[in-house]
């Protein structure tokens, strides 16, 4: 067991950074330049790029707390089957199933066949994204669990050669300047996603450590100098075209910005129906900012549509949440993976 501390720590941290993912797939269209295009672009191109790595150093921590423990990989497969796999079958048939409904609703509503104009779409392949695009995270995460004794037998021979060979793959193959989604060459960016990996290791290492070290005040402010410094030049990178560049810099954003993150959240306990809403607020903002761009405003050209989008995307999931918890426990605990 963890201390409360730390878990509430992990927790809080849990939903700052589903709220970072959030604000990471609203894509404002506006000007170059503008107040509401250098608020998109510093959550995108940096601070925003830590919330993912954080999800893995997380998973990786809480299955290599029980390594050693008898038939610990296979109860770990078993449970990621029902706490990843089942939800990400869920919501992936939802999202499929979301167009093909409103088209449905506008046959009705125009007197056609409820039928007509359906089309039936294409679930992807395994080197594809999924139709539900953030759930690519479920799916690599999940084949990280299904390799950990791999990972772990690694760690325990070299550790260090370890982290030296996944993080040199990482910078080296993880972004081109357009990933081939859908074919081989896609297989650093997904399934296996490098950077996912070196931060999953990150987590198995701390766990079999015991402890982590503490970084001093000045080094904390270092590496966010180094962080916010890489990540202007992403943003003047993306903003005229230098995309090989843009991608190629982007894993020296995420080590200062993860870093002061963990040391500015407290880790004092939030409300339980903030802090059980993260992985709902994950999944189901894809849904929200959809609608809300189909019916509400269908460009978000400004700062108002932006942060009432950012607004909804988060608080519609943890009400959704709520009121399913309400109806029926068994159900919300089937959907979000017993969150």
Same mark, same amino acid.
């Given at each position: 067991m963890i201390d409360k501390t730390l878990s509430s720590k992990i927790s809080n941290m849990g939903v700052v950074c589903a709220m970072l993912v959030v604000l990471c797939h609203i894509f404002p269209k506006v000007k170059i330049g503008s107040f509401t295009w250098c608020i998109d672009r510093f959550i995108n191109d940096g601070i925003g790029r830590t919330a993912v790595p954080y999800f893995f150093i997380v998973s990786g921590f809480f299955l290599a707390r029980h390594i050693g423990e008898k038939g610990w990989w296979k109860k *770990?497969?078993?449970?990621?089957?029902?706490?990843?796999?089942? =939800?990400?079958?869920?919501?992936?048939?939802?999202?499929?199933?979301? =167009?093909?409904?409103?088209?449905?609703?506008? %046959?009705?509503?125009?007197?056609? @066949?409820?039928?007509s104009n359906i089309a039936i779409p294409s679930w992807g392949g395994l080197f594809a994204l999924p139709p539900l695009g953030p759930t690519w995270y479920i799916r690599t995460l999940f084949l990280f669990i299904v390799l950990s004794p791999l990972f772990v037998t690694m760690l325990k021979s %070299? *550790? %260090?050669?370890?982290?030296?060979? @996944?993080?040199?793959? &990482?910078?080296?193959? &993880?972004? @081109?300047?357009?990933? =081939?989604?859908?074919?081989?060459r896609a297989i650093p960016n997904t399934p296996l996603a490098l950077e996912g990996l070196v931060y999953f290791l990150y987590g198995i290492k701390l766990a079999m450590d015991g402890k982590s070290r503490d970084v001093s005040l000045n080094l904390t402010i270092a590496a966010v100098a180094v962080s916010v410094f890489f990540t202007v030049v992403r943003i003047y990178c993306k903003a005229n075209g230098h995309i090989f560049l843009y991608n190629h810099i982007r894993f020296l954003v995420i080590p200062g910005f993860l870093w002061a993150m963990w040391k500015i959240v407290p880790s004092n306990s939030w409300p339980k129906w903030i802090t059980s809403s993260a992985f709902a607020i994950y999944l189901i903002h894809p849904f929200v900012i959809f609608m809300f761009k189909k019916f509400a405003c269908h460009r978000i050209d400004g700062f108002l549509p932006y942060f009432a989008c950012a607004v909804l995307a988060i608080l519609s999931p943890i009400t959704v949440r709520c009121l399913l918890s309400a109806v029926s426990k068994r159900l919300t605990s089937v959907v979000f993976g017993g969150r």
């Open positions: *770990a497969v078993r449970t990621r089957l029902r706490t990843l796999i089942v =939800p990400h079958l869920i919501w992936n048939f939802l999202w499929l199933l979301m =167009p093909m409904a409103l088209v449905a609703s506008a %046959n009705l509503l125009r007197g056609r @066949s409820v039928c %070299n *550790a %260090n050669m370890t982290f030296a060979v @996944s993080f040199l793959f &990482y910078v080296m193959f &993880y972004r @081109s300047v357009a990933v =081939p989604f859908g074919t081989w």
